[in-house]
């Protein structure tokens, strides 16, 4: 099995996305994933300038454009209708790597456990209803910075992401997107660097989203570094939310 990566470069807010891009291009040279794999670059609500496309010209890749709205997970919709490929993880523009073999680690426990749902980081956070009247806490979800999953079921998803707040129930919310998954009957996994867990026991490793250094994890992004460039009392707060759902 061959994976494909998708990642995303937003082009409607350079000052803000390009040093993403950038960083994101730098990381994956740097820490090779480890593993054969196709790579997708999405450029998202704006014309591609050539200094733009000189950010990925050392990676292999196969150029998109996506002009809609829904923000990552409209892009990530409109790719699972695009690539043909069994698996593809997917990736918003603020995630970049740390760790060599990345992606050799997840497809290790992705061929050994077959189809499912594959998290690279998972949270019990709240902050966005279930319902329009319903808060559950805890509430557990994968976080949608990057994840793993077969794109030709993602095509099956019932609702079209179109606004910043449908991203988040299809994250977290009414619409979750874990959930509906496990409503089909498959599974969701959640990887690391040590081991492999199912939900029950997601918050339970060290080192994970909002714990100790975060170093279990196989990829960062924004909130990641939102808490290792936390003072004490904020990570105190990130974790607990984390953990918790709520402070």
């Given at each position: 099995?061959?994976?494909?990566?998708?990642?995303?470069?937003?082009?409607?807010?350079?000052?803000?996305?390009?040093?993403?891009?950038?960083?994101?291009?730098?990381?994956?040279?740097?820490?090779?994933?480890?593993?054969?794999?196709?790579?997708?670059?999405?450029?998202?609500?704006?014309?591609?300038?050539?200094?733009?496309?000189?950010?990925?010209?050392?990676?292999?890749?196969?150029?998109?454009?996506?002009?809609?709205?829904?923000?990552?997970?409209?892009?990530?919709?409109?790719?699972?209708?695009?690539?043909?490929?069994?698996?593809?993880?997917?990736?918003?523009?603020?995630?970049?790597?740390?760790?060599?073999?990345?992606?050799?680690?997840?497809?290790?426990?992705?061929?050994?456990?077959?189809?499912?749902?594959?998290?690279?980081?998972?949270?019990?956070?709240?902050?966005?209803?279930?319902?329009?009247?319903?808060?559950?806490?805890?509430?557990?979800?994968?976080?949608?910075?990057?994840?793993?999953?077969?794109?030709?079921?993602?095509?099956?998803?019932?609702?079209?992401?179109?606004?910043?707040?449908k991203g988040f129930y299809f994250e977290s919310g009414m619409w979750n997107f874990m959930n509906w998954n496990e409503d089909m009957g498959y599974p969701?996994?959640?990887?690391?660097?040590?081991?492999?867990?199912?939900?029950?026991?997601?918050?339970?490793?060290?080192?994970?989203?909002?714990?100790?250094?975060?170093?279990?994890?196989?990829?960062?992004?924004?909130?990641?570094?939102?808490?290792?460039?936390?003072?004490?009392?904020?990570?105190?707060?990130?974790?607990?939310?984390?953990?918790?759902?709520?402070?």
């Amino acid at each position: 099995m061959i994976p494909a990566l998708v990642y995303l470069f937003p082009l409607d807010d350079l000052a803000t996305f390009q040093p993403c891009a950038e960083r994101w291009a730098e990381t994956k040279r740097k820490f090779h994933p480890g593993y054969e794999h196709t790579q997708h670059i999405v450029y998202c609500n704006g014309m591609v300038q050539e200094w733009q496309r000189a950010i990925f010209k050392h990676i292999p890749h196969t150029e998109h454009t996506f002009m809609g709205p829904g923000w990552d997970i409209g892009t990530y919709q409109h790719m699972a209708k695009v690539i043909d490929d069994e698996f593809a993880v997917f990736m918003n523009a603020r995630v970049h790597f740390n760790r060599a073999g990345w992606l050799a680690r997840l497809m290790e426990e992705r061929l050994r456990l077959g189809d499912g749902l594959y998290a690279m980081s998972t949270s019990n956070e709240c902050s966005y209803p279930v319902s329009h009247t319903i808060k559950i806490k805890p509430n557990p979800h994968v976080r949608t910075a990057c994840f793993g999953y077969n794109p030709r079921r993602l095509r099956r998803y019932p609702y079209v992401i179109d606004s910043r707040i449908k991203g988040f129930y299809f994250e977290s919310g009414m619409w979750n997107f874990m959930n509906w998954n496990e409503d089909m009957g498959y599974p969701v996994h959640f990887v690391t660097w040590d081991g492999v867990y199912a939900k029950p026991d997601w918050r339970k490793p060290q080192n994970i989203f909002r714990r100790g250094d975060q170093s279990n994890l196989l990829v960062c992004d924004r909130h990641t570094e939102m808490f290792a460039n936390g003072d004490a009392q904020l990570r105190r707060n990130l974790a607990k939310v984390a953990d918790e759902g709520e402070l």
